[in-house]
């Protein structure tokens, strides 16, 4: 979050961010923030509403991002990876599958690490796509 932060103020770019409860770090850098009540698609719902053609929007849910670029909307996730959308529809798939196997007590869940490697290859991407356009 900090990596976005501190792009959008240096190059003064209109972020918005969406959550189910006061983020902090959001709260006292300025960026415009939106709370939305709990729920499961509450946040989706409200984003795809307002999410218009050439914004760039960073999310780990694959069904929003499908949204999203339905909507013309450049969907990237919080490591820098830009999502296209055959892409998203086989993670969706795959994500089911991996569901439904760790229900059998067939795969333990996955512990994905955020690092500096992936805030700095999120960084480079973010802006890549702020210079294209």
Known sequence: MS???????R???D???VADRPIPAVRDSGISMSIVSAGKTTSDDFILSRARSGDIAVT???TLGIGLIGNGVTVMND???????????ARVEEAELMLA???????RKSSIRYDLE????FETSLLRLIEGI
Do not use: M, P, Y
Request: proline residues 0%; aromatic residues 6%.
């Open 118 to 121: 992936a805030s700095l290859k």
């Open 101 to 107: 196997i760790r229900r059998g007590g067939i795969a």
């Open 3 to 9: 990596v976005l932060l501190n792009c959008a103020r």
């Open 79 to 89: 490591s820098g990876r830009v999502w296209e959308l055959q892409e998203l529809k």
């Open 60 to 62: 780990r849910d694959f």
């Open 15 to 17: 972020v918005h961010v």
């Open 11 to 13: 190059r003064g770019l």
